[in-house]
C-alpha cells in the first residue's frame, strides 16, 4: 500500500471528524476545513492507487519476462 493511500486516509478522517464537529457547534468555517481535509484526502488516496496499480504492472511484467 502507497504512503499516499494512508495519508488520504488519514485526511479524510481528520476531514470527517472536522466537519461533523462543525455542523454540531455551528461553526461553517471548521465544516468547510473539514469539506476541505476531505477532498485533499480523496485525492490522495486516488494517487495512491494509481501508484499501486503501476507497481503491480512493473511486477507483473517482470515476472513475465523472467519466463
Known amino acids: 500500500m502507497d504512503k499516499d493511500r494512508i495519508k488520504g486516509a488519514a485526511d ?3 476531514g470527517s471528524m472536522k466537519d461533523t464537529t462543525g455542523k454540531i457547534i455551528g461553526d461553517q468555517k471548521l465544516q468547510a476545513e473539514g469539506k476541505a481535509d476531505k ?4 485525492a490522495e488516496n486516488a494517487v495512491g492507487g ?5 507497481r503491480d504492472m512493473e511486477d507483473r511484467n517482470k515476472d ?3 519466463h
Open 39 to 42: 477532498l485533499k484526502g480523496k
Open 12 to 14: 479524510q478522517a481528520k
Open 50 to 54: 494509481a501508484k499501486d496499480a503501476l
Open 64 to 66: 513475465e519476462q523472467k
